[in-house]
């Protein structure tokens, strides 16, 4: 299957969750099986639990900022961990006043909880490595959005190593060997008495690159940031009609959103953060609108899927 990326869509809606639409909540699963919570709306772990998962089974949550809308379900979530017994920490990657929020207001100490919280500040532009194994790895990283002074983006990036291409084996006449694990470790290896390199029997794998930026007006950062991205989930609160209000409010419109995957030759667009003024076969206009632009859209709903992978 070679590796994969899931993002599952929790909530796709703005600062009013309805029936149709919970509030902002973006679930990750890569084939190592770490899980990842990108922004905490209100009852995510109830939508969890719609589509699956356990809210135990999260290993990293990163916030983009403050707002209600993003942090309101992080007592839920912390309280359900609880109860389910956790022991393992939990890493969590926001901005101060997000950390703030955690510590101080809900007093998310392991001596109150269980667990450990560890705690990353993101501000500006920063990195954080989730997991590194046999060459593979998972960088998490951040840079200023258009929203509030304190809001972040967050790019998950998978780097991974060369594959050993059996068909360059054949091509030398090799047998694969316990050879091959001093080859992939060390870069070269010997045998039959010769010296083979890494990069003579191995292909590389480009990146998978996935880019959330919660809530954001257009953005000169998010555009660099999201330059061949596989997936951009990106803020579309409003149609064009109401582009005047959605910059006021330091939010995009799902045409914005398209201009910028456009522009940054961004793969698949997946518009996020839809207010709660569109619903049912209105929400349909924005998809519409992106997708006059940039062809490669998706409409956010609960419940929604897109896989990411290499093979």
């Excluded at 709660?276 to 006059?292: H, P, T, V």
Aim: aromatic residues 6%; contains cysteine; glycine residues 10%.
């Amino acid at each position: 299957m070679g590796v994969w990326v899931r993002v599952t869509v929790l909530g796709s809606g703005g600062s009013v969750p309805t029936r149709e639409r919970m509030a902002p909540a973006i679930a990750v699963t890569d084939w190592m099986g770490y899980n990842i919570l990108l922004d905490a709306g209100e009852g995510v772990q109830v939508s969890m639990q719609t589509v699956g998962m356990s809210p135990s089974s999260l290993d990293l949550v990163a916030v983009t900022h403050s707002h209600g809308d993003h942090v309101n379900g992080l007592p839920g979530l912390l309280q359900s961990m609880y109860v389910n017994d956790r022991e393992r920490p939990l890493t969590l990657v926001a901005p101060r006043q997000v950390l703030d929020f955690v510590f101080e207001v809900l007093e998310a100490t392991e001596t109150r909880i269980g667990f450990r919280i560890d705690a990353v500040e993101a501000s500006g532009w920063g990195s954080y490595t989730v997991w590194s194994r046999g060459g593979d790895e998972l960088r998490l990283r951040w840079l200023p959005s258009c929203h509030t002074k304190e809001s972040v983006a967050f790019l998950l990036e998978w780097r991974l190593r060369p594959r050993l291409d059996t068909g360059r084996l054949e091509d030398l006449g090799l047998q694969p060997g316990a050879w091959v694990k001093d080859l992939i470790e060390r870069g070269e290896a010997v045998t039959e008495g010769r010296r083979i390199r890494l990069e003579d029997v191995s292909s590389r794998i480009e990146p998978i690159r996935v880019l959330y930026t919660g809530d954001t007006g257009p953005c000169t950062s998010i555009l660099r940031a999201a330059m061949g991205v596989d997936l951009l989930i990106h803020d579309s609160t409003y149609t064009s009609a109401r582009r005047r209000e959605a910059l006021e409010r330091g939010h995009s419109t799902s045409l914005d959103a398209a201009i910028i995957a456009r522009r940054a030759g961004v793969r698949m667009l997946l518009l996020a953060h839809v207010s709660a003024r569109y619903s049912g076969w209105g929400a349909l206009e924005m998809l519409r609108e992106a997708r006059r632009i940039h062809e490669a859209t998706i409409l956010a709903w609960d419940g929604a899927t897109v896989e990411v992978s290499r093979p």
